[in-house]
């Protein structure tokens, strides 16, 4: 077996010594950790971990409060043969308690700022199955975490380093509403990261983005990718600034980044903002993952960088580890009818079967199976649903040649590349995140106020997925009512960006939801709820029509809000754009959240502007203040005369 993917960082720290290996932010300071402190964090946090019991097979629950945090531990575990199971506070509290109950970890590795928020579920956890909880914090900046990392690289091989064994779990939602943990293999990071390394080309000194929630798989790559190659994984802000599209922009050139992992919706952000050849001068590969990549993307993206920054289309289920299928964007695919998803890496196998488990000749619709040695190990303690997609191969009459059945439809070209056209069940991806609808309808149905309903998924102006929910209620509730109380239940991914409610939902003559029938949001009038309240003054007016504009809705009134009527936090981003380009203000992401309204927004774009013109005015005072008497006199006179 190559190097396990700890075992290639190890090799990165000794090779690489004093250059940066992770960059990031805390408490308004910029952190640097370099591969020697890298590999002293990870001995330390790998010998209390190993002091406090654990051994090859235990998991370990963890929440990190920055991405180096997650990073150390990750390879902690790794080295001594755990499972890592990376967790996100930002979850709600519900679906932690019900990701906790799945794992049953036996050690939690806690940030310390994050210990109090923490402090339920862990609790909540150890009472069912017991658990030993540690602090997780790095040493303080320019303190070696141990012996500068000679103490890691003078260890021996991790324990456990069996390339089959399970390494991580990683959650997506189940369709009874059940979280599914995928259980994956040791050998499958592997081959992702020393394929994408190898493709690409990349090496020591290559800045990387890392864009991920470790709450999911994409973090590994966003992690790994970097560190085993000699490169930096640099780390925005916040969130605020992946959603962001002038500030992403603006950190990407900043950090002078080499490569790229985002989806397509983080792309459109970007986009959204005036682009010119110049920008982004360091940037070589966008790697796209997570969603369908439109070729108005593409041709937006070649119109201004040309093939200077390659675009590639990446496709792959967690269950199959990241990635198993790419595509190099080539000249002319922005005026394509679609963006395939390539053909296969090396180490893996797609076919496209019919109902009967046929192939499907070029060109016909079929369902992709992926065959590969680097698939996860099935469904944490769900045996059944295991079996109902890692199944025997259909060409073949080996029992142990087991190929995934995706759920995706899609046909192979006449020129070979793959195609998705769709899915075959209720399972959409919002914003790179898989969602399942069933348990979306589910937590909606137990709101007292909703008899029927319907979640569906929508593209909005710019091609990105959203959820709408179509609600019969039996007693008036104001549609932002709906989305928090879906937010204490659901991660914000499954939550519907807009509510639409009907007197009834339209049905099949079978009585099924006819859910090709369901009215386009903000075609009931444009309203949300309540009374329609005209806009009054010239911003308002603006600000409706730009509304109206940018989520399809033909009459927006002053006190309707952005997100109730359809707006999501990316969509949300060309709405700045557009109110920086129509009055010279910068409202910020967070100003939007907070008065999401027409008018609210108004009042913010006036505040603003105020501002402004008093900067500008004290500007001129000093200028003026700074002239001599001649000086005035002559610039008041070239005045009069322009």
Known sequence: MAEPIHAMVRLAVARCGERVAIEWQAEGEERRLSYRELGGEVARLAAALRAAGAVPGDRVAILGSSGAEVIAAILAALDLGCVFVPLDLHFPAARLEALAAEVRPRFWWIAPPLAESAGGLVADAEQGAGGTVLPLALAAPGVPGAAGGAEWLASAEAAGADPDSMAYVYFTSGSTGRPKGIAGRLKAIDHFIRWE???????EGWRVSQLTSPAFDAFLRDAFVPLAAGGTVCVPPDRETVLDGVRLAAWIDRRRLDLVHCTPSVLRSLLAQPLSPERFPALRHVLLAGEPLLPADVRRWQDVFGSRIELVNLYGPSETTMTKLFYRVR???????????????????AIVLDDSGQPCPPGKLGEIYLR??????????????????FVQNPLSDRADDVVYRTGDLGRVRA??????????????????????LAPVEDALRSHPAVTDLAVVDRTDVQGNKFLCGYVVLAQPVEMGELGRFLRERLPEAMVPST????????RTLNGKVNRRALPEPGLQGGRTGGEYVPPETPVEVAL??????????????????????????LLATLLLTRIRASFGVDVSLGQLFRTPTVRGLALDVTRLELAQEEEDVEALVREVEGLSGEALAESLRREGEA
Request: aromatic share 8%; net charge negative.
């Open 197 to 203: 390394i190898e493709t690409f080309g990349v090496g």
């Open 331 to 349: 000249p002319g695919d922005g005026t394509a009818q679609a963006i395939p998803i390539g053909q296969p890496m090396s180490g893996a196998r």
């Open 372 to 389: 590969t040695p680097y698939r996860a190990l099935g469904y944490l303690n769900q045996p059944e649903l295991t079996a109902e997609v």
């Open 415 to 436: 020129d070979g590349e793959f195609e998705i056209v769709g899915r075959r069940d209720q399972q959409v991806k919002i914003r790179g995140v898989r969602v399942e």
């Open 499 to 506: 509510f639409v409610r009907l007197e009834e939902l339209p």
């Open 544 to 569: 409706s029509r730009i509304f109206g504009e940018l989520l399809n809705v033909p009459r927006v009134g002053a006190l309707d809000s952005f997100f109730d009527l359809g707006g999501h936090s």
